[in-house]
């Protein structure tokens, strides 16, 4: 059976960036030099719990999709995996912001560390009782 992944454009962390392979030569000389993104404590707190309100919806929708018999079928569930998910970040913060707050911990070695310690640390806690 073909395994078939949710891939959603900004809204997924992309693996941390591989060592060594910057360029040298003219192709280093030509790449922009890419600034920080100013990303508050607050918008990074959000960010955590926007992803983690998607990793569940991740799986049960990779399932499906792996599940389907048909690219018809895929094609639909994706579409639906994408309008849930989207509509569950947006309940936390703008989509707009999400993607920003995503690009900049794909660029930023400081910044994915800070996320990697909130989402270990919440992931961590055990939800209270009542």
Known sequence: MRK???????LLLAAPLAF????VGPA??????LKATPISQAQLKKFVKAYKALVPLRRKYSAEINAAKDIKTRKAIKAKAIRVMKNKVK?????TEYEKVGRAIRTEPSLRARFLKMFEIGSRQKPPKG
């Open 4 to 10: 078939c992944l949710i891939v959603i454009p900004a």
């Open 20 to 23: 060594g392979t910057t360029p």
């Open 28 to 33: 280093a000389r030509s790449r922009p030099v």
């Open 91 to 95: 309940i936390i913060m703008p989509i």
